[in-house]
């Protein structure tokens, strides 16, 4: 359930069988997400809400609500562009250097450019579509390079290396830029 409320904006209500009480935090959009107990009526949902206001604007980092929707429109645009590109990216660096991997997947996470898990899966970041190009080849190998080295060891730094010289530099002005939509 979505409550339109003055302050927060849209804020994202999930009831939910474990649910004890009520939490409150941050959805990856930037809004706010409350779960509640299953059986929570609407209305005490809202009660809970108010009485919780001045906590929220305290501790919460929520993003401003009165862009939402531009920001919605913005990971829509962004989504679309990266499953035009990035599944190709990858796919053509790991045939160029040789590595296989199982699965790609696109993700938005506020905090991470890409990852790779033990079963050979691939998430990138669609943020990556915001950066320069030469960054999100960076990404691409790195995570690639994790495929034989699932840690950050000096093997895994000199085979990263292997395929971008520049790859500290690269490191380093990736920080400049924030993987959130
Ligand atoms: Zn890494």
Redesign the pocket.
């Known amino acids: 359930m979505i409550i339109n409320d003055k302050e927060f904006g849209e804020v994202i209500v999930r009831k939910s069988p474990l649910a004890r009480g009520v939490r409150f935090s941050v959805s990856t959009s930037g809004r706010l997400a409350m779960s509640v107990p299953k059986y929570t009526s609407d209305f005490l949902a809202k009660r809970f809400l108010n009485s919780n206001r001045e906590i929220i604007r305290n501790k919460l980092p929520l993003k401003d609500p009165s862009e939402q929707k531009a920001r919605d429109y913005q990971k829509k645009v962004l989504m679309k562009k990266a499953r035009e590109y990035l599944p190709y990216r990858l796919e053509y660096y790991a045939t160029l250097y040789g590595y296989s991997y199982d699965k790609c997947r696109l993700t938005h996470a506020n905090t991470r450019w890409g990852?790779?898990s033990s079963n050979r899966t691939i998430s990138l970041n669609i943020g990556l579509m915001k950066v320069p190009e030469v960054l999100r080849d960076y990404v691409i190998l790195?995570?690639l390079a994790?495929l034989n080295h699932m840690d950050?060891s000096k093997a895994?730094w000199s085979e990263v290396g292997k395929h971008d010289k520049n790859y500290k530099l690269h490191e380093k002005r990736l920080k400049m830029f924030n993987p959130g939509v």
Do not use: R
Request: proline share 0%; with cysteine; net charge negative.
């Open positions: 990852s790779c790195h995570e994790h950050h895994f």
